[in-house]
């Protein structure tokens, strides 16, 4: 696979552009990522400027650990949220920093493990039948969250953001159609910068917060032996700790999506313990620097595929640019005041390109569902993980996503191959 090259990628995993359209292409992912690698820090109380520090420095960390074969962004992890929240009310951040490296040291370690034993298994425990489906549970797991930001103000339903993402989805569609040369690669970019106008002339951005901005802030950073003094925290520990295997399974999930995309198989080469050591990597040193813990955005997914461009290049560059703004205030505070219809717009078409990488993985692999088996498989995983059935103990949350592949794989090993009404004696 080292001499492989995707011919339908515009840019393929090792291709550099130069110049603006590097930085443009960049800008792109920085803008794609930055509206919920910025939430989870806010709904924590947590600096949003050392998460986009962060998320910047795990990306380079997973870049470098995966030998640059993997175009992956990591920004702030929304699993994690609840656990964030509990731990900052009793004990502060010096615990959830813990928790983030403990989560991260508990990647580590399975990576270790599966390169000892090896990732065979995963062949057999996810076929066709079930990495599609959760696929497009993926994609569309999030789309009422999307629905929910075009349509309401504060609680309030309002038509003005619901036209606002409306217009913003509809320029990015004739940008990407329609739009040739350097301008066709940047669809994304130019459909938020243009549905930031609409929102502006609407006035639903808060220009306030980019006014009271400082062109230059110092993130605020909280460092074990510098700014606290580190204790064992082991309610920090048995809390994250376990949300651990629930991301592994976004991250399996990310990968299977992304293996699509650009043609290869990223489990095999550079292979799941490389992946896995990587997040892992990448979760501990954003909890040193007083970030969440990151993993893998979907978000950037739907970017790649969209624009067809993979390169492990654009990928770094976004993660420099974010490093870069975690410092510039006043930038910061301008994509800040990007309104959620303007980020909504955007999500209905990433989330939906993502669902359809799904649904193409059946078709190409010849899925026949008058087949019982497969029919009663990618039901369950389809309802269970778009439904959002979750399971909860404590502050421990099992996502909808994580039990919709659970449930798939089980129904997969255990099912027959033929149900009796389908077998002839």
């Not at 230059?216 to 309610?235: D, G, H, I, S």
């Not at 893998?296 to 461009?309: F, K």
């Amino acid at each position: 696979m080292e001499n492989f090259r995707n011919t339908d990628a515009v840019l393929d995993i090792h291709d550099k552009p130069t110049g603006l359209k590097w930085f443009g292409l960049s800008l792109q992912h920085l803008f794609t990522m930055f509206g919920a690698t910025v939430l989870v820090p806010i709904l924590v109380g947590i600096n949003p400027s050392v998460a986009l520090l962060s998320s910047g420095l795990g990306t380079l960390v997973y870049l470098f650990t995966t030998k640059g074969k993997i175009p992956a962004y990591l920004g702030s992890s929304f699993a994690f949220i609840t656990a964030m929240q509990m731990l900052m009310k009793s004990d502060g951040y010096p615990a959830i920093a813990q928790g983030a490296m403990t989560a991260g040291l508990v990647y580590v370690i399975v990576s270790f493990i599966i390169k000892r034993n090896g990732s065979e298994w995963l062949d057999n425990i996810l076929p066709p039948i079930v990495v599609g489906p959760v696929v497009m549970v993926i994609g569309l797991g999030l789309a009422a969250n999307a629905a929910n930001n075009a349509m309401y103000d504060n609680g309030e339903y309002s038509p003005k953001f619901i036209v606002v993402a409306l217009v913003t989805m509809l320029l990015t569609i004739i940008f990407n159609m329609f739009l040739k040369g350097f301008m066709g690669l940047i669809p994304i970019l130019l459909g938020i910068v243009c549905g930031y106008g609409v929102a502006l002339a609407a006035g639903i951005v808060d220009t306030e917060l980019i006014a009271d901005a400082a062109w230059f802030a110092l993130p605020n950073f909280e460092v074990p032996f510098v700014t606290y003094e580190p204790k064992l925290y082991l309610n920090a520990i048995t809390t994250m700790a376990p949300i651990a295997f629930v991301t592994m399974t976004e991250h399996i999930g990310h990968l299977m999506v992304l293996n699509k995309l650009t043609k290869r198989n990223f489990f095999e080469d550079p292979g799941l313990s490389k992946t896995l050591l990587g997040d892992g990597l990448a979760q501990i040193t954003a909890g040193l620097v007083g970030g969440p813990p990151v993993t893998s955005y979907g978000e950037n997914i739907g970017v790649l595929a969209i624009t067809r461009v993979h390169s492990v290049f654009v990928i770094g560059g976004a993660a420099v640019l974010a490093i870069l703004l975690g410092f510039v205030g006043k930038i910061s505070a301008v994509i800040l005041s990007i309104p959620n219809p303007v980020i909504a717009g955007i999500s209905f078409i990433l989330f939906g390109v993502i669902a359809s990488s799904g649904l193409k993985i059946l078709i190409d692999n010849n899925i026949d569902f008058n087949k019982k088996r497969n029919l009663l498989i990618a039901s369950v995983i389809l309802v269970t993980g778009i439904g959002g059935l979750s399971f909860r103990s404590g502050p421990v949350e099992v996502s909808g996503m994580a039990l919709a592949t659970v449930f798939g794989i089980i129904l997969n090993l255990v099912l027959p191959e033929n149900a009796k009404s389908e077998t002839t004696d």
